[in-house]
C-alpha cells in the first residue's frame, strides 16, 4: 500500500497509530464499525484494483463490478458488514513455481473478500506496526528488502560473520490458528473483527483438476493452521506471528548471551553472530520454532562461515568481493547466480522465435521492462559482474531476435551494440539504474 490515503481514511490510520504507540498494551474494542465507513471501502477497492489479480472462486472481475456500478456493489457490501451476514467465500488455489522447481500454493480471495481483508488491513495494521520489531521488513511501510540486506550488511561489517541460514518449511501453510488469534486478541478485543479473522483463517480452498473437475477442501480448518498466501490480509498476520520468535528471542536474552543479531524478511531470516556462537543460536532457533508448532526445513538450514563460505537472502549472495580499485577484498552481497540465470532465461523467452510477430519497439519495450525492473532491485552492493552477464545477454538475444525477424545472416556487425542502444532504443543498466549504498 504505497500510496497514500485519502485524508479521512489517513486521519483514522494516524489515530489509532497514536493510541497504539501511547499505549502498548491498550486492547482496541470498537473497530468493525470502520470496515463499512464508504471511504475505507472506497479505498480498500481502488487498492484491490491497482493489484489487479485474477478474479476467486466465483469468477466475478473487476469489470463486473463496475459494469454493475461500484457504488451500489460497495453498498451492498457494506450493508453485509453492518447486518453481520458478510461470510467469506472460497479460496481458489492455484500453484505458482518456485525457484528450486518445486510448486507453491496460491490461495485466491473473491474481490469481494480481498476488499474486506483490505479494509480489515487499513485498521489494524496501524496498530499492530507499532508492535513489530525493527527487524521484520517485509510488508510495512518505510521497510524494504533492500534496508534488510543492509543490515545484514551491517551486522557483517561489525564482526557477526557466523550466520546461520535459516529456512522455515511452508511457513504460511503451517501458522496455528489458535496461537495466531491470541497474537490479533493481543491488541484487539472487538469480537466481531476477531471473528472476521477466524473465518478467513478456516475459508475453505477450491482447485480444479486437469480434467475440469472442482474439489474443495477445509484442510486449514481442520488441522487448525495456515494462512493462505494470497490472502490480502495474510502478510500482516504472517508479520504478527514471526514477532513472537523475533520478541521472544530478545526477551529470554539470548541476543546478548549468544551475541546475535536477526534480519528478517516474511518467513526468511538469519542470525548473524560472533564467532563461536552460531551452533548454538541454531540449536535454540530449532527448539523456539518447536515450541512455535513451527518446522525448520533442515535441509535448507545451515551454518555459515564467512569469508570462507557464502551465503544467500532475498536474492543476494553474501561472500568475499575483491575490490577492482584497490585490489582489497571485502564482505559484499552481489546478485546471486540462479537469479542471474533466471533473468537471463526470461529474456531468451522474449526473444524466442514466437515474438517475431512483435514489431521493434514493442520488443524493445518488452524487454527494457524486464531489464529495468530486474536491475531496480539489484542495484546493491557488487552489481557490475552481474550486471554486465545480463546486459551481454540482452544485446546477444535481442540482436539474435532482430536477425531472425528480418532474415538476415550475420553476427554483430548487423546489429552492434550501440546501434541496439542509439536506434533501437534497448537500456544499458548502467545509465538508467541508479545504485544503493550499502553504507550510506
Same mark, same amino acid.
Request: proline share 5%; net charge positive; glycine share 8%.
Given at each position: 500500500?504505497?500510496?497514500?490515503?485519502?485524508?479521512?481514511?489517513?486521519?483514522?490510520?494516524?489515530?489509532?497509530?497514536?493510541?497504539?504507540?501511547?499505549?502498548?498494551?491498550?486492547?482496541?474494542?470498537?473497530?468493525?464499525?470502520?470496515?463499512?465507513?464508504?471511504?475505507?471501502?472506497?479505498?480498500?477497492?481502488?487498492?484491490?484494483?491497482?493489484?489487479?489479480?485474477?478474479?476467486?472462486?466465483?469468477?466475478?472481475?473487476?469489470?463486473?463490478?463496475?459494469?454493475?456500478?461500484?457504488?451500489?456493489?460497495?453498498?451492498?457490501?457494506?450493508?453485509?458488514?453492518?447486518?453481520?451476514?458478510?461470510?467469506?467465500?472460497?479460496?481458489?488455489?492455484?500453484?505458482?513455481?518456485?525457484?528450486?522447481?518445486?510448486?507453491?500454493?496460491?490461495?485466491?480471495?473473491?474481490?469481494?473478500?480481498?476488499?474486506?481483508?483490505?479494509?480489515?488491513?487499513?485498521?489494524?495494521?496501524?496498530i499492530f506496526d507499532e508492535d513489530l520489531q525493527p527487524e521484520q521488513h517485509a510488508y510495512r511501510a518505510g521497510h524494504s528488502a533492500h534496508q534488510a540486506v543492509c543490515e545484514v550488511q551491517g551486522?557483517?561489517?561489525?564482526?557477526?560473520?557466523?550466520?546461520?541460514?535459516?529456512?522455515?518449511?511452508?511457513?504460511?501453510?503451517?501458522?496455528?490458528?489458535?496461537?495466531?488469534?491470541?497474537?490479533?486478541?493481543?491488541?484487539?478485543?472487538?469480537?466481531?473483527?476477531?471473528?472476521?479473522?477466524?473465518?478467513?483463517?478456516?475459508?475453505?480452498?477450491?482447485?480444479?483438476?486437469?480434467?475440469?473437475?472442482?474439489?474443495?477442501?477445509?484442510?486449514?480448518?481442520?488441522?487448525?493452521?495456515?494462512?493462505?498466501?494470497?490472502?490480502?490480509?495474510?502478510?500482516?498476520?504472517?508479520?504478527?506471528?514471526?514477532?513472537?520468535?523475533?520478541?521472544?528471542?530478545?526477551?529470554?536474552?539470548?541476543?546478548?548471551?549468544?551475541?546475535?543479531?536477526? $534480519?528478517?524478511?516474511?518467513? =526468511?531470516?538469519?542470525?548473524?553472530? !560472533?564467532? +563461536? &556462537?552460531?551452533?548454538?543460536?541454531?540449536? *535454540?532457533? #530449532?527448539?523456539?520454532?518447536?515450541?512455535?508448532?513451527?518446522?525448520?526445513?533442515?535441509?535448507?538450514?545451515?551454518?555459515?562461515?564467512?569469508?570462507?563460505?557464502?551465503?544467500?537472502?532475498?536474492?543476494?549472495?553474501?561472500?568475499?568481493?575483491?575490490?577492482?580499485?584497490?585490489?582489497?577484498?571485502?564482505?559484499?552481497?552481489?546478485?546471486?547466480?540462479?537469479?542471474?540465470?533466471?533473468?537471463?532465461?526470461?529474456?531468451?523467452?522474449?526473444?524466442?522465435?514466437?515474438?517475431?510477430?512483435?514489431?521493434?519497439?514493442?520488443?524493445?519495450?518488452?524487454?527494457?521492462?524486464?531489464?529495468?525492473?530486474?536491475?531496480?532491485?539489484?542495484?546493491?552492493?557488487?552489481?557490475?559482474?552481474?550486471?554486465?552477464?545480463?546486459?551481454?545477454?540482452?544485446?546477444?538475444?535481442?540482436?539474435?531476435?532482430?536477425?531472425?525477424?528480418?532474415?538476415?545472416?550475420?553476427? $554483430?556487425?548487423?546489429?552492434? =551494440?550501440?546501434?541496439?542502444?542509439? !536506434?533501437? +532504443? &534497448?537500456?544499458?543498466?548502467?545509465?538508467? *539504474?541508479? #545504485?544503493?549504498?550499502?553504507?550510506?
Amino acid at each position: 500500500m504505497s500510496l497514500p490515503p485519502p485524508a479521512t481514511v489517513g486521519k483514522l490510520q494516524g489515530v489509532l497509530r497514536a493510541k497504539a504507540k501511547e499505549a502498548p498494551s491498550y486492547r482496541f474494542y470498537a473497530l468493525y464499525d470502520k470496515l463499512y465507513r464508504a471511504d475505507v471501502l472506497e479505498w480498500s477497492y481502488a487498492l484491490c484494483r491497482m493489484n489487479k489479480g485474477a478474479p476467486g472462486c466465483d469468477e466475478e472481475t473487476f469489470l463486473a463490478i463496475e459494469s454493475y456500478g461500484l457504488e451500489r456493489w460497495l453498498g451492498e457490501l457494506a450493508q453485509e458488514l453492518k447486518d453481520k451476514t458478510y461470510r467469506p467465500q472460497a479460496l481458489r488455489r492455484v500453484w505458482i513455481p518456485k525457484g528450486d522447481g518445486k510448486l507453491r500454493p496460491l490461495g485466491i480471495p473473491t474481490i469481494r473478500d480481498r476488499v474486506v481483508q483490505a479494509a480489515a488491513t487499513l485498521v489494524m495494521e496501524p496498530i499492530f506496526d507499532e508492535d513489530l520489531q525493527p527487524e521484520q521488513h517485509a510488508y510495512r511501510a518505510g521497510h524494504s528488502a533492500h534496508q534488510a540486506v543492509c543490515e545484514v550488511q551491517g551486522w557483517l561489517d561489525r564482526g557477526y560473520i557466523e550466520v546461520v541460514d535459516a529456512d522455515l518449511s511452508g511457513y504460511f501453510d503451517s501458522i496455528p490458528h489458535h496461537e495466531l488469534m491470541q497474537c490479533v486478541a493481543r491488541r484487539i478485543s472487538d469480537r466481531h473483527l476477531l471473528h472476521l479473522v477466524k473465518m478467513w483463517l478456516e475459508a475453505p480452498v477450491e482447485e480444479t483438476d486437469a480434467k475440469g473437475r472442482t474439489e474443495r477442501t477445509t484442510r486449514n480448518k481442520d488441522e487448525g493452521r495456515g494462512t493462505p498466501q494470497g490472502g490480502v490480509i495474510s502478510p500482516l498476520l504472517a508479520n504478527l506471528y514471526m514477532r513472537r520468535f523475533l520478541l521472544g528471542w530478545k526477551v529470554k536474552g539470548y541476543e546478548q548471551s549468544l551475541k546475535s543479531k536477526i $534480519v528478517n524478511y516474511a518467513d =526468511d531470516f538469519v542470525i548473524c553472530c !560472533k564467532p +563461536g &556462537f552460531a551452533s548454538t543460536a541454531m540449536t *535454540v532457533m #530449532r527448539r523456539m520454532m518447536e515450541r512455535l508448532r513451527l518446522t525448520v526445513n533442515e535441509k535448507k538450514t545451515r551454518i555459515c562461515l564467512l569469508p570462507d563460505e557464502t551465503f544467500t537472502f532475498l536474492g543476494f549472495t553474501f561472500g568475499p568481493q575483491v575490490s577492482w580499485k584497490s585490489g582489497r577484498t571485502y564482505l559484499a552481497p552481489t546478485p546471486a547466480k540462479k537469479k542471474i540465470l533466471g533473468i537471463c532465461d526470461k529474456i531468451s523467452k522474449e526473444t524466442s522465435g514466437r515474438t517475431t510477430f512483435r514489431d521493434e519497439t514493442e520488443e524493445v519495450r518488452q524487454l527494457n521492462q524486464i531489464l529495468r525492473g530486474w536491475g531496480n532491485y539489484f542495484r546493491i552492493g557488487y552489481v557490475t559482474g552481474a550486471w554486465q552477464i545480463v546486459q551481454q545477454h540482452g544485446c546477444r538475444r535481442l540482436r539474435w531476435w532482430l536477425r531472425r525477424k528480418h532474415g538476415r545472416r550475420g553476427g $554483430v556487425q548487423s546489429y552492434p =551494440d550501440m546501434k541496439l542502444y542509439e !536506434k533501437y +532504443g &534497448f537500456v544499458k543498466l548502467i545509465e538508467v *539504474v541508479k #545504485r544503493i549504498s550499502l553504507w550510506a
